[in-house]
């Protein structure tokens, strides 16, 4: 009887230590199939700005799921250190070839210049260069002002639109208050036929800037303005009166009653100083002159 009970025990442990395994190995399974595989990457440790040397402290090794890891991305810090890069990296962001100049490029403006085009610089003043408020990155129309037969001849045309800015001056950002900087170089990226004309332009007339929009990318095309335009647009400006906040009154308009013909003049017959009297005595009639202050005054009848 009790060999038969030592069998039974036997048997529960086989098929708990059975089932166990099984459960143990259903278990692994399960967390092998949910890992994610992790590959080492190289990512930016700060923002980088455009043509800058790389350095130890630019950038860091972090292990990221190797599923969402680019195929070309930098797995090893030393195949970094001691390039250039070409355009600017932000904190955070994987090392790409894309993101770094050729071997061999030296920091500085030439790790900005793609493939086919060149930089050439102008001069400009605070006025053309818009207060130093264009910064490295924007675009810009050039408008040349040129003689072209005396003053009154005079034209400004926007000549070359859409130019890229790569670099102003020394500086390329602002300052510690976030105000700009004045410039009084400016690098613009140009085709070599484009390099030509700006520098001509430059030798033989005066050049401006108009700052695009960030969104703007339209060409528009202008006929240009001459000195002769703009003086006759000046006088074909009317004069207006001045404004006042009464409103004008209108005068009444009375006709004019004609005028009266002016009185004839009248004839006044002088009267004599004396006066005559006629007298009779008898048939023989004769004529008595008095004065006309001799009557007195009692005498005269009303």
Known sequence: MAKKYNYVFYLALLIAFAATFGVYRILETTRRANQVTTRAVVVANKDIPQGLLLEEDAFR????PEPIVPDSAFGDP???????SAIPIFAGEVFVPGRLAPE???PGLEARIP???RAVSMSVDDITGIAGHIQPGARVDLVLTLDVGGTAQRQSKLFMPNMKILAMGEQVVRNEKGEPINTHVATFEVAPAEGERLTMAASQGRIALMLRGYTDNDTVKTKGSTAAEVTASLRDVVQLPPRTNRA???KAQVAEAPAAPAPAPINTVQKPETLTIPVYRGRAK???KFKKDSARRDT???
């Not at 090794?61 to 990221?64: I, L, P, R, S």
């Open 300 to 302: 005269i009848r009303p």
């Open 61 to 64: 090794v972090e292990h990221w």
């Open 115 to 117: 493939p086919g085009k």
């Open 78 to 84: 030393t195949l970094i250190a001691g390039r250039v």
């Open 104 to 106: 061999g490029t030296g």
């Open 248 to 250: 004008p009154q209108q």
């Open 286 to 288: 004769s004529e008595e």
